[in-house]
T-cell receptor, first 111, second 115 residues
Framework: DTAVSQTPKYLVTQMGNDKSIKCEQN?????MYWYKQDSKKFLKIMFS???????INETVPNRFSPKSPDKAHLNLHINSLELGDSAVYFC??????????FGSGTRLTVV | SQKIEQNSEALNIQEGKTATLTCNYT??????LQWYRQDPGRGPVFLLL?????KEKRKERLKVTFDTTLKQSLFHITASQPADSATYLC??????????????FGQGTTLQVKP
């Protein structure tokens, strides 16, 4: 069983479109995150939810909107996609041991 | 400014040797530091966590040290194998961020172990 699963794995879309990435964890963790990994491999935090409540909202364009319908799911919706949004987006969750469990990533390419 | 830095140059070593990777930080007071492994096209995988009051942690062939005076963590892989080839990321949680769990990542060091 996949612990943290993201869909889709690859997403190619045109500028200006709206797209969503879904994330689900079956670990029973309370806290989930979205991270962005750019072409230089830096992982930067975007959002964090704890038990459906937003607790971290970094300096991210408001075209990005996370949604957590329950503590096992954290989705990311992106409006009006731009070329600079191209990156790999990782979902992660954490429990009491503080180690993050990451999904396998969604490679977003905006053309 | 706050920084967490890893050697951006790839580390190439011979199989059987010990690999040592460095993570330096500036203007942070870490509650703890973590190390992750990332393979191409995959998400990072958690390896070890070391707290600010710990000097050393071991797990099988892995060893992490933490020197809060030098503001540095070292990650060692003993008896390295080609299967250890990957990118290794360090990440810290600043004191005061425990309630959010917000990890700050370094850019990673790529390790290549040659047979």
């Amino acid at each position: 069983d996949t612990a943290v699963s993201q869909t889709p794995k690859y997403l190619v879309t045109q500028m200006g479109n709206d797209k969503s990435i879904k994330c689900e964890q079956n670990l029973g963790h309370d806290t989930m995150y979205w991270y962005k990994q750019d072409s230089k491999k830096f992982l930067k935090i975007m959002f964090s939810y704890n038990n459906k409540e937003l607790i971290i909202n970094e300096t991210v364009p408001n075209r990005f909107s996370p949604k957590s319908p329950d503590k096992a799911h954290l989705n990311l919706h992106i409006n009006s996609l731009e070329l600079g949004d191209s990156a790999v987006y990782f979902c992660a969750s954490t429990g009491a041991d503080y180690g993050y469990t990451f999904g396998s990533g969604t490679r977003l390419t905006v053309v | 400014s706050q920084k967490i830095e890893q050697n951006s140059e790839a580390l190439n070593i011979q199989e059987g040797k010990t690999a040592t990777l460095t993570c330096n930080y500036t203007n942070y007071s870490p509650a703890y530091l973590q190390w992750y492994r990332q393979d191409p096209g995959r998400g990072p995988v958690f390896l070890l966590l070391i707290r600010e009051n710990e000097k050393e942690k071991r797990k099988e062939r892995l060893k992490v040290t933490f020197d809060t005076t030098l503001k540095q963590s070292l990650f060692h892989i003993t008896a390295s194998q080609p299967a250890d080839s990957a990118t290794y990321l360090c990440a810290l949680l600043a004191r005061g961020s425990s309630n959010t769990g917000k990890l700050i990542f370094g850019q990673g060091t790529t390790l290549q172990v040659k047979p």
